[in-house]
Structure formats: C-alpha cells, structure tokens
C-alpha cells in the first residue's frame, strides 16, 4: 500500500519530535503508535502493543537519562517505510572532549493517521557497552556527577526540527 511521502515525512518528525528532541514518552506513545504496534528491540526484547511499549521505554529512558539521540539521517518510502539512522549520545565529562556516541537505525512502518505500526532497532551491544565504560570512566575522572545534569549539548548537524534543549530540564 503507498502512502503519501509529506503525511510519513510529517508523521516522522512528529515521532522524533515527541521521543528524540521532547522526550514526552507517553504522547509519544499515543500519538505516533497504533494500538497494536511491533516493537522489536534486538537486544533489549520485543515489545507487543502500545501499552507495552509505554511500561518499558518510560524506565528504560530513565534510568539511560544522559543518553540522547542525534539525528543523522532518514530516507522515507513510497510504502511508508522510514529508515533513520542515528548517534546514541552521551555528553562527555572531559571538558572540550568529543561526545561519546554509538550508532543506531530505526525501521518504522507507516500505518496511516499519523501513526507507525512497526518499529525496528538496531545497534551494537558491544559498541554500546564500550561507550558506557567509557562514559563512566570520564565521569569518575572529570565529573561524577554528570549523569544526573543529563546535558544536550550537541544535537549534531540535522534540520532545526532535530534538535533540542542543552538539558533534559529545559526541554519544552
């Protein structure tokens, strides 16, 4: 079934808009999910229903509270289809250091009415790991408390609409 590109483009950066930049898991749980969507997450465990995806990403984003996501690119299909890749950021603690980033790509499945029915994840678990360590390590040695300021500050080169606050507090 083809779709309109500008409905699945519009529907897309309302996804990324309310999840990536807002951060507002439960709108964007309800406005961007069908009732019964297919979240499959290759590492941490698939998820089945929009009820399901709310009970896990809302823990998951909080207890991950200084990892943000920066846009790289999407391409967006005549099916509806829509591939985004991405940098799972993690400011570094190490003054002038380069953020601490492991990269991902998201499939999502345009089901109409502005809403997708399928999201796929992929990324690393061993770069994800390495990337942890390493954020720990600098914590410890620059800044044990950086976790909890749960910083923004380098939201990459995208559109406007792809970038946020420099803090999770300061978001709108």
Known sequence: MGFDRD???AAFQKYWQLG???ESWDAWCDECFTEDVT??????????????VRAWIKPIMAEYGELYTAY???QVGDDGRVVVYMQNRRDNPEPGGAPID?????VLQYAGGGKFSLEEDFWSLPEGTETMKRYAKACREFDPDHKSKRTRNDW???PTWTRGAPTYDARS
């Open 7 to 9: 409905e699945v483009e």
């Open 20 to 22: 990536a930049v807002g």
């Open 39 to 52: 979240y499959v997450e290759h590492v941490l465990g698939n998820k089945n229903g929009r009820e399901e």
């Open 72 to 74: 790289e690119w999407h």
């Open 102 to 106: 492991f990269p991902g790509i998201t």
């Open 156 to 158: 990459g080169n995208g």
